[in-house]
């Protein structure tokens, strides 16, 4: 298992070209003493061409779309506490599924609601995306996010990318102002 760093990237199916099924699982821990609103937070999946944009709008997988149409890329589901242990979100992924046109699939994070509800990520802590061969059960990868973020309610962890024929992760860790609607602008999706 290797634990990564921001800015770090690492070969997936290069060394391991059985490498098919992925799930790929976020978590995250919310300050108790911030009181008033639960804290909602959705990891969605970005599925995106070679430009870094959506294609269509149908490659955004979020609580409201929860699998891509080639199969590829399934969320697991909306948690809407983020309580108890373990991963709070997950997405599989099948690397022999995507199509030829995706190039990256980008893993996000936001706050539901979280200018009315006054939240940001700096009141989050210990969040994480981990990898798991879906074959073997083992964690390939895990990569702790840290305490970055103070005033952002958005967060691309990270993405898996095509490189010469291979699938390689990248540790992004970048956080933007103005949650969903933000990342969705930066992916080319028309967000309501």
């Known amino acids: 298992?290797?634990?990564?760093?921001?800015?770090?990237k690492v070969d997936l199916t290069k060394g391991n070209p059985s490498l098919k099924k992925i799930m790929v699982g976020l978590g995250w821990d919310v300050n108790a003493f911030d009181g008033g609103a639960d804290f909602d937070l959705d990891a969605s999946a970005f599925?995106?061409?070679?430009?870094?944009?959506?294609?269509?709008?149908k490659d955004f997988i979020f609580y409201g779309n929860l699998s891509h149409s080639s199969g590829a890329v399934t969320h697991m589901g909306d948690n809407l506490t983020g309580e108890g242990e373990g991963d709070d979100e997950q997405i599989e992924v099948d690397l022999s599924l995507i199509p030829a046109n995706i190039e990256r699939v980008a893993?996000?994070?936001?706050?539901?609601?979280?200018?009315r509800r006054r939240q940001n990520f700096g009141q989050v802590s210990n969040a994480y995306i981990r990898i798991v061969?879906?074959?073997?059960?083992?964690e390939i990868i895990h990569y702790?996010?840290?305490?970055?973020f103070s005033i952002e309610t958005a967060i691309v962890v990270g993405e898996l990318y095509k490189h010469q024929g291979n699938w390689k992760f990248?540790?992004?860790?970048?956080?933007?102002?103005?949650?969903?609607?933000?990342?969705?602008?930066?992916?080319?999706?028309?967000?309501?």
């Open 170 to 192: 990248n540790a992004i860790g970048s956080g933007f102002r103005g949650g969903l609607a933000a990342l969705c602008a930066h992916y080319g999706i028309d967000a309501e």
């Open 144 to 148: 702790d996010l840290g305490e970055d």
């Open 47 to 57: 599925v995106l061409g070679a430009n870094g944009k959506c294609p269509t709008e």
């Open 1 to 8: 298992m290797i634990n990564l760093s921001k800015g770090q």
């Open 133 to 138: 061969d879906e074959t073997t059960n083992q």
């Open 107 to 115: 893993f996000t994070v936001t706050i539901y609601d979280a200018d």
